[in-house]
């Protein structure tokens, strides 16, 4: 008798309620919680107890629930993300059949913000690519560039994860993804940064280390960077009041002003700079590259200063 009435309640749809009833998360609203507290209430001594039931997303979770003589509650086991469909369904003391069916939506409050990562401007072999995030301290962290593996982060302060990949001459990820993951107890996020990155690990740049670009620097200064270790240097500098462009060569092959470095066993170079006049508001930009030891050319590395 009692599988011929539960039958009968599960074939009613949109039946209308005739008893006052209150049903938690409330109907079209969002909550952040991941597991909510679901519950609906009702008069003590309206429905049958025994015969009420909770439905989830079309799964019934009603020997998961809590039950009382005036309300029914269950909380998920596993984390809830996106709309929720709830049904109930009961008999009133009469018997007669009473169904009810909402939708709240669950959305999480996000734990990882301030993504930042320095793959949005173009990285080349030997380049350093940094991703930064903030999140809840303790947690375990890693970032990804599109399907490679995973590299590690650290926290180097409460909340503050960091993580460094340096670009080999054989990667290549070009406006590919860049995720994070975070881990904390059984949480789990992964965020996509908002900038793909771009990442040319076929060819070479010269980097210049210091000063920084953009710097103010002496009349006279040191100029010093790395590159591919045995290979040559040249600073091509441009002196004047417009920062927009660099010394290039001519169409013959010859450097304007280029001035020639050696690079020591660990590729560091040095180079020695300066101005006999210097005029107000003067300003240097260099277009530094090299050539290594198989005639192999970087791409131009272009940095500018602005005279004390």
Not at 147 to 162: C, I, K, L, N
Not at 191 to 214: C, K, N, T
Request: contains cysteine; proline residues 6%.
């Amino acid at each position: 008798m009692k599988k011929l009435i539960v039958a009968a309640v599960l074939g009613l749809c949109g039946s209308a309620w005739s008893q006052p009833v209150e049903v938690v998360p409330a109907p079209g609203t969002s909550t952040q919680e991941e597991r909510p507290y679901i519950q609906v209430s009702w008069p003590k001594g309206q429905l049958a107890t025994e015969n009420v039931h909770l439905y989830m997303n079309g799964k019934d979770v009603t020997y998961s629930a809590l039950r009382s003589d005036d309300y029914v509650s269950f909380r998920p086991w596993a984390a809830e993300k996106g709309p929720v469909d709830m049904k109930f369904v009961a008999l009133d003391a009469q018997g007669r059949p009473l169904e009810k069916s909402w939708q709240f939506e669950v959305k999480p409050q996000a734990w990882v913000h301030d993504i930042s990562h320095t793959g949005a401007k173009d990285l080349f072999e030997g380049d350093l690519l940094r991703v930064a995030f903030q999140s809840t301290a303790k947690g375990k962290a890693s970032f990804q560039v599109g399907d490679w593996p995973s590299v590690t982060m650290r926290e180097s302060e409460p909340g503050y994860y960091v993580g460094e990949y340096r670009v080999k001459p054989t990667d290549s990820a070009i406006g590919k993804p860049l995720k994070v993951h975070y881990q904390l107890g059984d949480h789990k996020e992964t965020v996509q940064a908002q900038e793909p990155v771009r990442i040319f690990g076929g060819l070479y740049r010269v980097r210049v280390e210091s000063p920084l670009d953009g710097a103010q620097v002496e009349q006279n200064f040191h100029l010093a960077g790395h590159a591919r270790p045995g290979s040559r240097v040249w600073v091509l500098p441009r002196l004047g009041f417009d920062t927009n462009s660099a010394s290039t060569t001519t169409a013959g092959g010859a450097q304007l002003g280029a001035i020639p470095a050696e690079t020591d066993a660990d590729g560091n170079y040095f180079v020695d700079y300066g101005v006999p006049v210097l005029l107000p508001g003067m300003k240097v930009v260099f277009s530094v590259y090299s050539i290594d030891q198989d005639g192999n050319r970087s791409a131009a590395t272009v940095v500018s200063y602005n005279f004390k």
